[in-house]
């Protein structure tokens, strides 16, 4: 598992050695309480952060137009087609990519300036 993944979190791409005080999860995309498996085409990797915010959610509120969205799924979606990485800050390209960055709150402060910082060293 962590090993497809590239040891990287599926969702905003932190490399587990970047936060090596903080372990990756391997988490349900569809959470057991909605019926998902331990298969591991239900399980992805994903850091503490990003594990910690979509919880259970498999949906989230399009910021833009209000609708009902479901969250990126790394087992059935392409990460560059939802998303891109400009400087440290992860820009949505899809109605798909801008939810799920809201509902993990990818952009979060804390985790622009961890990427700041890694993007100075060449690290990102
Ligand atoms: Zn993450």
Redesign the pocket.
């Known amino acids: 598992m962590r090993h497809r993944a590239g040891n990287r979190?599926?969702?905003?791409?932190?490399k587990q050695e970047h936060v090596p005080f903080a372990t990756?999860h391997i988490e349900h995309i569809i959470a057991r309480k909605h019926g998902g498996g331990d298969d591991p085409s239900n399980l992805a990797l994903?850091?503490?952060?990003?594990?910690a915010h979509k919880g259970p959610n498999l949906v989230g509120i399009d910021p833009e137009t209000r609708e009902i969205v479901p969250l990126f799924n790394p087992r059935d979606h392409i990460w560059e087609e939802h998303f891109h990485l400009s400087e440290a800050t992860i820009i949505g390209l899809t109605a798909i990519g801008c939810t799920t960055i809201r509902v993990?709150n990818?952009n979060e402060e804390r985790?622009v300036r961890l990427r700041t910082m890694l993007k100075r060293y060449g690290q990102l």
């Open positions: 979190c599926e969702y905003c791409l932190l990756f994903a850091c503490d952060r990003c594990n993990l990818m985790r």
